[in-house]
Structures are given as structure tokens and as C-alpha cells.
């Protein structure tokens, strides 16, 4: 039995930190959770919310098979190669435990996710709350954590670093209202977030986006890895990220990934189509950004708002007035200000392509329904999201040198250690972010239950 006055210490409370933090304590556990800034946001809340659980009940009431091992396959698939063998089996086989525990443990009411499709995902398998969005799902973690006894929260403190005595983690350095302490526990789960904030490491893993907009929370700045490394530990998929390539100018909100598979199309400020709009949203980015300008114009039909509709981030895109729509394509054309007979080639070439008249010339394999007037439209530009790379963990979540050996008693989740797969953006299938998070939190959760 430990004399420590808690089991675990866990660093960041966004989505690794707190769904970690409250399975442990769930499980009896003492926790303390400690956040750099309690009322700011952490990625979990302004990310879509959007989370894979495959083989869950509502898969099961809604009649779709899927299963831990299919979306392990999809993961691969995306990944071409690059997939994270060291956590993607144990990541999908705890998804489907991830949701039963938020539903039936916490309370908090699910659905499948299934209004607008998820590109590279074969079956609907991403669950969210009600509104769709990670504002509301942070909300709804949050008030638990608030309510759980076996959980201290420490508000607006800084965990600065890892303490170590005789080479051995025994806890962590914080810094709380200007005064640094130390806090001992047996085991610390690093849940910090990414390196999506800190140019630094951008520009020497994943140099490519350095420069473009930075979509995710300020925080991710990297820490964990600085301090695992510090001690020895492994890094991996440094260079892969999650890219945005639906993100409305000046980065505040995003259309959605899944306007091209409900059947949109992008256009340059030349009216002209420049990618296969199928692929996913992450891959997507980068040719926005090469475009004229680093602006794309997205175009679709009153179906294809109506579904977008259903997710909180288009709501916002919505409601800030970053959608247009019109009578006609020429009046859109106009509307946007740009040619109308280049949107109009641009429109019959979708469309003799969606009707199997000829095949997609920049390679495009899924259209959805045609489209039909009144159209809609949104600029869009590319962005980063989130990173990839990070500690490397095994299937405990537990932090491992590069020999794979574990670091006794120091743990990862989230950005803060290696992603299910890299790299580059294109390997990063929707989902993949809250659904490493979530499941490395629940795995590190019940390994640290396993040391009492
Ligand atoms: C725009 C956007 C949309 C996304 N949409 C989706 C989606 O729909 N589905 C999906 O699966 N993934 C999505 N993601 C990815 C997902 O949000 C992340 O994978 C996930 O939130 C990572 O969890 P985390 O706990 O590591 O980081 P976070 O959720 O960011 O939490 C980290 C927390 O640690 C705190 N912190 C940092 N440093 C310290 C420190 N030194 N001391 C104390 N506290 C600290 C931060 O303040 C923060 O609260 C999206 C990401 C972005 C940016």
C-alpha cells in the first residue's frame, strides 16, 4: 500500500488529463491534476469534439459492425506504413471501454456521430455528445472532475518539471502562484498537450507548417517532451501532424471535414479545382495553403449545410458569417468574386465525374449526391491542429527509453507522447487525436491502479 499522499499526479487537465483523472480515481485512486490555466483552452475544447470507439453499443443498436481490430486496419491504412504498432491494437481495443465509461460511469449521454461522414473511416465509428462539439464535452468532463472526491485540483499552477531522485520519478515540480514545490506520488502522467505552439520544434520537426496558422490551444509548448527526453526517453512521429485544410481565414473556427464526402468541391481564387477534395482533411491543408493567396473557396448545397449543421465547429463558422449562399452558381461566383464561367467548368467537371461520364482528373473517388441550387459557399484556408509526435509510450502508456524499456512510475497520454500514426499530415486519419488521448489516459489509469 502506498504512504504517498496521492497514487498519481497527472500534469494538464484537457482531454488525456482529465478522462486519466477520473477513470483513476473511479478505480479509488488519490489524484491531484494540476492546470496551467483552468478557465483557457486546452485542445480538447475547441476541437470537434469527435471521438472513435469501435464495436460500442450504439455501433451495435444502429446496426453497424465494426470491431477494435477494423479500425486498427483503417488506422494502418492511413497511416501507409507509419502506423504506431507499439499502441494502436491496446488504443482500439480500450475505445469501445472509453465511451461505456463516459455514458454509464460518468453519466455523460453519447451518440454516434453519423450525420456527416468521416473521411477514411469505413464505418461510422465516431461518437460525440449532443451538440457535437469539444466545448461541450470539456464542459461535461470539467463538472466532473469537479465533483470527484478522490481528486484534487490544483487551479493556474505550472508544472515546470519532473522530480527525480536517484535517477527514479517521484513526482513533480510546480510552480503555484509564483513559488515553486515539490509533489510526491508514486506514478505522474504527463497529459500537457503537443508542440503545435512552439516554433522551435517546428521548425526542426515538421518545418513544413512552421509557418502556417496555428488552430490549436497556446499551451502546447512541448514540455513533456523536454522532460522525458531529459531523463532518456524515446521520441517518435516527430514529424507528423494533424493538418486543417476547412479552416475559415484567421483560423477562429472551420467548416467541417466532411463537406467533400457529403459532396463539395474546392475552387481557387481562379475559380479553379486544384485537389481530390476526398482526401482527408489533415492532407488537405497543405494545398490550400499552396494555393493563390492560401485560400480555397468551398462550395456545396442546402443538403450538404443542413447536415453540417449537426457539428459545432461549422455552427460557428455559420454564425460568424464565414458561409455565403446564393440563388445560382453565377451569383456565387459573384458573391466570392470570381469567374463565373471558371466556377461553372469547375462545377460540370465534378459533376460528369460524380455521374461516371468520365474519371476525376486530379484522381477524386467519392462525390456524394450531386449538388443543386441554392448553393453555399465558405473560403477556407489551411492550418495546423495539433502534432503527433511525442514520448514514446508502450501499451500501458507508460513513457520507454529507445531500448522500449519503461521509465518506472512515468506515464504519457495525448500530445504529450507519440500518436497513433505519422507522418507528415497524411497519415493522421479524424479521430485519432481524442482517440489516442482517451485511450492512453484509461490504459495509464488502470496500469498505475496495477502498482497499488
Ligand atoms: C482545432 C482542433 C480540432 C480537433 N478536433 C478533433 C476531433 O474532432 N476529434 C479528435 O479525435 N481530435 C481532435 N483534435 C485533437 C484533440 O483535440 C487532441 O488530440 C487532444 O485534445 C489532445 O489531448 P491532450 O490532453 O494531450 O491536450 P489538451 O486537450 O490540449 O490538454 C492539455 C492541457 O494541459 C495544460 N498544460 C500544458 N502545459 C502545462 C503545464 N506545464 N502545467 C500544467 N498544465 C499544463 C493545458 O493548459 C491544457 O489544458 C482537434 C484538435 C484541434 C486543435
Not at 406 to 416: F, V
Request: proline share 4%.
Amino acid at each position: 500500500m502506498s504512504t504517498q499522499p496521492f497514487d498519481c499526479i497527472i500534469a494538464g487537465a484537457g482531454a488525456a488529463g482529465m478522462l486519466g483523472a477520473l477513470v483513476a480515481a473511479r478505480d479509488g485512486l488519490r489524484i491531484v491534476l494540476i492546470e496551467r490555466d483552468w478557465d483557457g483552452p486546452s485542445n480538447l475544447l475547441v476541437s470537434g469534439g469527435l471521438f472513435p470507439a469501435a464495436g460500442s453499443l450504439y455501433q451495435h443498436a444502429a446496426g453497424i459492425e465494426d470491431s477494435p481490430a477494423i479500425w486498427a486496419a483503417d488506422i494502418r491504412a492511413k497511416a501507409a506504413g507509419d502506423a504506431n504498432d507499439a499502441i494502436v491494437d491496446a488504443v482500439a481495443e480500450t475505445s469501445p471501454l472509453v465511451a461505456t465509461f463516459l455514458s454509464e460511469s460518468l453519466g455523460i449521454a453519447l451518440h454516434l456521430a453519423a450525420t456527416v461522414p468521416a473521411p477514411g473511416h469505413r464505418v461510422p465509428r465516431l461518437h460525440a455528445t449532443e451538440k457535437e462539439s469539444g466545448r461541450e464535452l470539456h464542459a461535461l468532463l470539467r463538472a466532473r472532475i469537479e465533483g470527484e472526491p478522490n481528486i484534487v485540483v490544483i487551479e493556474n499552477a505550472d508544472v515546470r518539471g519532473l522530480l527525480i531522485e536517484a535517477d527514479v520519478v517521484r513526482g513533480m515540480v510546480v510552480r503555484e502562484q509564483g513559488v515553486a514545490h515539490e509533489l510526491r506520488a508514486g506514478a505522474v502522467l504527463l497529459a500537457t498537450g503537443g508542440f503545435a505552439a512552439n516554433r522551435t520544434l517546428l521548425a526542426e520537426f515538421v518545418p513544413t507548417m512552421a509557418d502556417a496558422i496555428h488552430i490549436g490551444a497556446g499551451r502546447n509548448d512541448g514540455c513533456a517532451i523536454e522532460w522525458g527526453r531529459a531523463l532518456g526517453a524515446g521520441v517518435a512521429l516527430m514529424n507528423g501532424y494533424q493538418g486543417q485544410g476547412h479552416v475559415t481565414p484567421g483560423g477562429r473556427t472551420r467548416l467541417g471535414m466532411g463537406l467533400p464526402l457529403l459532396g463539395a468541391f474546392m475552387v481557387n481564387r481562379m475559380g479553379e479545382r486544384f485537389v481530390r477534395e476526398d482526401f482527408g482533411p489533415s492532407e488537405l491543408g497543405q494545398y490550400v495553403l499552396a494555393q493563390p493567396g492560401g485560400v480555397a473557396l468551398e462550395v456545396f448545397d442546402q443538403r450538404c449545410h443542413d447536415a453540417a449543421m449537426r457539428q459545432g465547429p461549422y455552427q460557428e463558422a455559420w454564425r460568424a458569417g464565414g458561409v455565403f449562399s446564393a440563388m445560382d452558381l453565377d451569383a456565387l461566383a459573384q458573391a466570392a468574386g470570381i469567374t463565373a464561367d471558371a466556377l461553372q467548368a469547375s462545377f460540370q467537371q465534378v459533376e460528369r465525374a460524380r455521374n461516371g461520364e468520365l474519371a476525376d482528373s486530379l484522381g477524386r473517388t467519392r462525390f456524394g449526391p450531386s449538388l443543386a441550387a441554392p448553393f453555399y459557399a465558405g473560403w477556407v484556408t489551411g492550418a495546423l491542429a495539433h502534432t503527433q509526435g511525442g514520448l514514446a509510450v508502450d501499451r500501458h502508456a507508460r513513457v520507454c527509453r529507445d531500448d522500449g524499456t519503461p521509465i518506472a512510475g512515468l506515464y504519457a497520454a495525448g500530445g504529450a507522447a507519440a500518436s497513433l500514426a505519422g507522418h507528415g499530415g497524411e497519415g493522421y486519419l479524424p479521430g485519432n487525436g481524442l482517440g489516442q488521448s482517451f485511450g492512453l489516459a484509461m490504459l495509464a489509469a488502470r496500469s498505475i491502479h496495477g502498482l497499488r
